[in-house]
């Protein structure tokens, strides 16, 4: 049964979807539990670095992301705040889990950006930022660990300029640093958020007429609110204004200062995210931009993961609803496959936890019991088979032969390496020729790492992974490839789909075969 329209337009109008992107070790993962926290999605906030700790951090589920205390796979997290359905995509800050973000990120409707007080926009940062700025979506940024020393505050936002190119317009403003933080002045309400050291469950607010008020110098002293007055007027003068518009096209982001592991600033931010950020966006397709109030029901796959339940070894894929109204046990299209499929058994996160979902409307995350039937980018719709924008994929960097030690764990190392490349874990090539290799790309290290992990622990092979030379892939398209001409610091291969791909141990193997070869194309991505 299709949604009326006002009851699709009003729960649209609830959605906030958004990723939180950082570098690693800005607090991210601690910004997010204190969101979950706030929303009553848990009740005690877990800390990352107590690694020993029985409890951890809801969004780190998966072992080895609570043993090695960092996220290395995109959370999705739901819950409800003052009147709002919010949707957090806690993506992993390690820059080699970066094509998981990436694709994380197609999904979201606006982006958080966390920054270290004391280090400032960093590597991961830029490169996160530069995917979402493509987009075109909006950016928040919330400057975190101010009970730490760290920059002067017009130097972060010089920086933010220069490095991201983006301009911006401080939300709020803090009352000293480190061990003189006393609190943030909120330039929109014009009160003051007092700072109470770690016992920050009762948020006390003061009132103020303006930032001369003398409750300010009376809390801060004399030397801390001149330098507030000095500030303030110097940002009145020379700063941005706001300008709601700049802020939904990702032309300038609101910015927030605080504390996330002392809980200071965050319940501010949040409510002034919701305010500001955008609900569910229009989405491209090849039948142009498919708008959330469209009555007929459409998304698509951003990713997938295995064994998020280990007793019961399921696959789940995660779908983000761009328009209509999800309703379990409905029929829908799923394009690829050009078959109807039932969806009987949606499910609403929290990290692993889940529950099973009746209804959910755009801008959602559900996730899906995946028998083996899709892959990342699957389109799924209701009526007209609708594609959307196909996600990136990326070129790895580092590859290694992989082998399994145990012959006789043949069917269960197939199934392991199916499985986590289904998931974009790794890319599998296949060698050409009478013996044939298998080798993993990847885009980090890490993720060779993680990949034996799981393959361990998750389906009992032990594997041996060999490093080989090569540096850079590329896929290979012409009316016919002579493998002949790929033996000096290079070998030809198929990826999982059938694809030639060449791999090159350096940019020089690599433009020596392209200048023999000016008739072949040589894409970074598979076509």
Known sequence: MSPKPDELRQ???????????????????????????????????????????????????????????????????????AGKQVNILDTPGH????????????????????????????????????????????????????????????ELLEEIERVLGIRSVPMNWPIGMGRELCGVYDRMKNQVELFQGKDHSAI????????????????????????????????????????????????????FFGSAVNNFGVQTFLENFLQLAPEPAPR???DGLVAPDDEKFSGYIFKIQANMNPAHRDRIAFLRICSGKFQRGMSVRHVRAH????????????????????TAYPGDIIGLFDPGIFRIGDSLSEG?????????????????????????????????????????MVQVFRTVGPFEDT??????????????????????????????PFQFARWIVADKVDASKFRINSTLVKDKNGNDVALFENEYAMRTAMERMPDVKFLEMAP
Request: glycine content about 6%; aromatic content about 8%; some cysteine.
């Open 339 to 358: 078959k109807d499929i039932k969806l009987s058994q949606p499910q609403q996160f929290l990290a692993q936890d889940r529950d099973i979902v009746e």
């Open 95 to 154: 820059q080699d889990f970066s094509e998981d973000t990436y694709r994380t990120l197609t999904a979201a409707d606006s982006a958080v950006m966390l920054i270290d007080v004391a280090k400032g926009v960093e590597a991961q940062t830029i490169k996160l930022f530069q995917v979402c700025s493509k987009r075109g979506i909006p950016i928040f940024t919330f400057i975190n660990k101010l009970d730490r020393e760290g920059q002067n505050p017009f």
């Open 284 to 286: 491209k397709s090849t």
């Open 384 to 424: 007209s088979e609708i594609i959307f924008d196909e996600l990136p994929t990326f070129s790895p960097e580092i590859f290694s032969k992989v082998t399994v030690k145990n012959a006789l764990k043949q069917k269960q190392y197939l199934k392991g390496l199916d499985q986590l490349t289904e998931e974009g």
């Open 11 to 81: 729960e649209v109008a609830k959605r906030r979807t958004f990723a939180i992107i950082s570098h690693p070790d800005a607090g991210k993962t601690t910004l997010t539990e204190k969101l979950l926290l706030y929303g009553g999605a848990i009740h005690i906030a877990g800390s990352v670095k107590a690694r020993k700790a029985a409890r951890h951090a809801t969004s780190d589920w998966m072992e080895i992301e609570k043993q090695r205390g960092i996220s290395v796979t995109s959370s999705v997290m739901q819950f409800q705040y």
């Open 439 to 468: 080798i993993l790309g990847v885009v980090g290290q890490l993720q060779f790492e993680v990949f034996e992990y799981r393959m361990r622990n998750e389906y009992g092979v032990e594997i041996q992974l060999f490093r080989t």
């Open 204 to 255: 006390e607010v003061r009132k103020t007429d303006d930032y001369h008020d003398p409750i300010i110098r009376e809390m801060a002293g004399d030397h801390l609110a001149d330098q507030l007055a000095q500030d303030l007027e110097l940002l009145d003068v020379a700063g941005d204004p706001f300008d709601y518009d700049k802020v939904r096209k990702g032309e300038l982001t609101p910015v």
